[in-house]
């Protein structure tokens, strides 16, 4: 999976996620050059919640019906 920057350049490429004891271990790469592992832990996660509104959810639904 590609995050891009609004210029359309490539920002992270995520690899892989995996189990890990304190949360998920997300794998990637950054700009495509500096590998880097991230730790999404549950209180991040819920933390996470608080940027959905109804109109972003409805739009991420919408999303996966586009190319």
Do not use: Y
């Amino acid at each position: 999976m590609k995050f891009l920057t609004p210029e359309r350049s490539e920002l992270i490429v995520i690899t892989a996620v995996d189990k890990h004891p304190d949360g998920l271990i997300i794998s990637g790469k950054i700009m495509g050059a500096m590998p880097m592992k991230a730790v999404l832990t549950p209180a991040q996660l819920r933390a996470g919640f608080k940027f959905l509104s109804p109109k972003l959810v409805l739009t991420l639904i919408g999303m996966l019906f586009r190319r």
